[in-house]
């Protein structure tokens, strides 16, 4: 009797202590690992998703809370996953940060919660500005700058732009909380597009707005300094002045001016724009009446979205004169020609042709305001035929000489005497 009454305290005893060791054990199984991975995937206007890795154990489940205080003390959403290693909240407000975490749990145990993730930073997508006003405020030969009005749900923007003509060669940047920014390393003398797009950024995560605040065409980088430019008088007798020049690919327009060359100073005497598309223009000033020499320079310019105006180098000046009208009297043995002076003129140059638009030879260059022309060429003057001349002021600048106009020919019929 003694032996069953051992015999069954031993059972029992193994018995408890079977319960209690397996008792720890599931005590010890009941509180899952922390969850490791935890990260935002993507994000829209009023929603956020979410995802992290799976717990390989059997049974597992997940808890995911987002609130808008990383406390979470109040206002929390909850969601309970069971089968897959991510989850999203949806009827959020846009442009906004929130705060997520997530615990893991045995499945018909969820009062028994593993550690909770640290709370993770989530952003949805800010809503675009429509009142950005994005805008160019200044151009360099390689450089833009722009600015715009703040998006009060973006903390950055993306920066987007293109040259005109490569649309399919955008080139997108990263920018700051910042409300201008200048473009360097542009290419010279270009035309750019620019888009800017809002975005809301957690330390881990950016999102990106779909559509732009605003975008800016049009945008030119400086011209550079103007060549090939040329100028001359319509004609001796009328105040027209022509102007030629290289016309710039990213100019909105051109300036240019007329100086007198008399007096230690000289004088403005016209002042004006030519439109973009123009490689040359003319115009009527009653001040160009004068037979003198003149100098002339020009610059291309930019107009910017700013309303403001903003201009390339002066080129080099380029001089002329008018033309000098001729007197033509046959004389004995050749054709005398007279003609006034032009002021700042160091001489002439007189030519001569059978015909009235080309085959012109130089007959002489003088001081004198009076020339007998006796041949054309090596040929002495036929009575009987025609005879076209023009004189060309002489001036000289540095050690190159410069001509004045000479469109407009003056003719008359040579009889022998």
């Known amino acids: 009797m003694k032996g069953l009454w051992k015999y069954l305290k031993v059972s029992l005893l193994l018995i408890v202590c079977t319960l209690f060791l397996g008792a720890g054990i599931k005590a010890e199984a009941a509180t899952p690992p922390e969850v490791k991975g935890f990260r935002q995937t993507s994000a829209s206007k009023n929603s956020v998703s979410l995802k992290w890795d799976a717990l390989i154990e059997d049974d597992i489940e997940y808890k995911v809370q987002l609130c808008a205080d990383s406390r979470f003390v109040s206002g929390v959403k909850e969601k309970i996953e069971r089968y897959n290693p991510d989850s999203w909240f949806s009827q959020l407000s846009s442009g906004k940060t929130y705060y997520v975490r997530v615990a893991a ?12 993730t640290a709370p993770l930073a989530v952003v949805t997508v800010p809503q675009e500005n429509k009142n950005a006003n994005l805008c160019q405020t200044a151009s360099g030969v390689t450089s833009i700058s722009l600015k715009w009005n ?62 732009w605040d605003d975008s800016e065409h049009n945008c030119p980088t400086l011209p550079a300094k103007l060549g090939g430019v040329k100028a001359w008088y319509y004609s001796p007798r009328l105040n027209y002045f022509e102007l030629e020049w290289n016309k710039r690919p990213s100019a909105s327009g051109y300036q240019y001016e007329v100086w007198s060359m008399t007096g230690k100073k000289g004088k403005r005497l016209a002042f004006g724009k030519s439109g973009k598309y123009n490689g040359s223009t003319s115009f009527n000033n009653t001040k160009l009446k004068k037979a003198q020499f003149v100098k002339v320079r020009m610059r291309a310019y930019v107009e910017i979205s700013n309303g403001t105006t903003k201009y390339g180098p002066w080129s080099n000046w380029s001089y002329t004169s008018k033309q000098p009208e001729l007197e033509i009297k046959n004389v004995r043995g050749g054709q005398k020609l007279t003609w006034k002076k032009v002021d700042g003129a160091k001489n002439y140059t007189v030519y001569v042709s059978t015909r009235q638009k080309s085959g012109y030879k130089k007959v002489k260059t003088t001081t004198k305001r009076a020339l007998t022309v006796k041949k054309c060429g090596k040929s002495a003057l036929k009575s009987g035929r025609t005879y076209y001349y023009y004189v060309v002021a002489n001036k000289k600048i540095g050690n190159k000489t410069y001509q004045g106009s000479k469109t407009h020919s003056f003719s008359l019929i040579y009889y022998k005497r």
């Open 150 to 211: 703040k998006n009060p749900e973006a903390n950055g923007y993306i920066l987007e732009y293109y040259k005109s003509s490569e649309f399919d060669k955008k080139i997108r940047i990263p920018l700051g909380n910042i409300t201008s920014y200048t473009l360097k390393n542009l290419q010279k003398e270009s035309i750019y597009s620019f888009f800017l797009y809002p975005v809301n950024s957690s330390p881990t995560y950016q999102a990106v707005c779909g559509g």
């Open 105 to 116: 749990y045995y499945e018909k145990d969820e009062d028994n919660l593993g550690p909770w």
